[in-house]
């Protein structure tokens, strides 16, 4: 898997995995690993010292030709035509290939690596 879609799937892979250390007592571990990656170390040694291997559901979900019905971002204003966003949020650094949607509450994706909003991209 090449490098950028390996760290997209990492990061996708965050929240579960800090789920599994705090039920393992592995959080320092997982922090410190993740630190290194923010720092330069390779994502595929960070990978193999986790013992992951990648592609997550949600990444097989996403690719060229899926499209989103579902994903539809919007909000209805009395008075006002619905606003209707197409389009995805992408790595805010730029670093890997994730893209994710809006969850169900509306809330931003993050970058779980970094930390930060995930940035917007409409389609063309």
Same mark, same amino acid.
């Given at each position: 898997?090449?490098?950028?879609?390996?760290?997209?799937s990492?990061?996708?892979? !965050?929240?579960?995995?800090? %789920?599994?250390?705090?039920?393992?007592?592995?959080? #320092?571990?997982? #922090? %410190?690993?993740?630190? #290194?990656?923010?720092?330069g170390?390779?994502? +595929?040694? !960070?990978?193999?010292?986790?013992?992951?291997?990648? %592609?997550t *559901?949600?990444?097989?979900?996403?690719?060229?030709?899926?499209?989103?019905? #579902? /994903?539809? *971002?919007?909000?209805?204003?009395?008075?006002?035509?619905?606003? !209707?966003?197409?389009?995805?949020y $992408?790595?805010?650094?730029h670093?890997?290939? $994730?893209?994710? /949607?809006?969850?169900?509450?509306?809330? !931003?994706p /993050?970058?779980?690596? +970094?930390?930060?909003?995930?940035?917007?991209?409409?389609?063309?």
């Amino acid at each position: 898997m090449e490098q950028r879609r390996l760290l997209a799937s990492l990061c996708a892979a !965050v929240p579960t995995l800090r %789920e599994r250390a705090e039920a393992g007592l592995w959080t #320092d571990l997982l #922090d %410190e690993l993740l630190d #290194d990656l923010a720092a330069g170390r390779p994502v +595929a040694e !960070v990978c193999r010292q986790l013992g992951w291997r990648g %592609e997550t *559901e949600t990444e097989r979900s996403i690719g060229p030709g899926s499209s989103f019905p #579902d /994903h539809a *971002e919007g909000a209805q204003l009395e008075g006002l035509a619905p606003v !209707v966003l197409n389009g995805d949020y $992408r790595c805010p650094g730029h670093r890997c290939s $994730r893209r994710a /949607h809006r969850d169900d509450r509306g809330r !931003v994706p /993050h970058c779980a690596l +970094a930390g930060t909003p995930m940035t917007y991209r409409p389609e063309p």
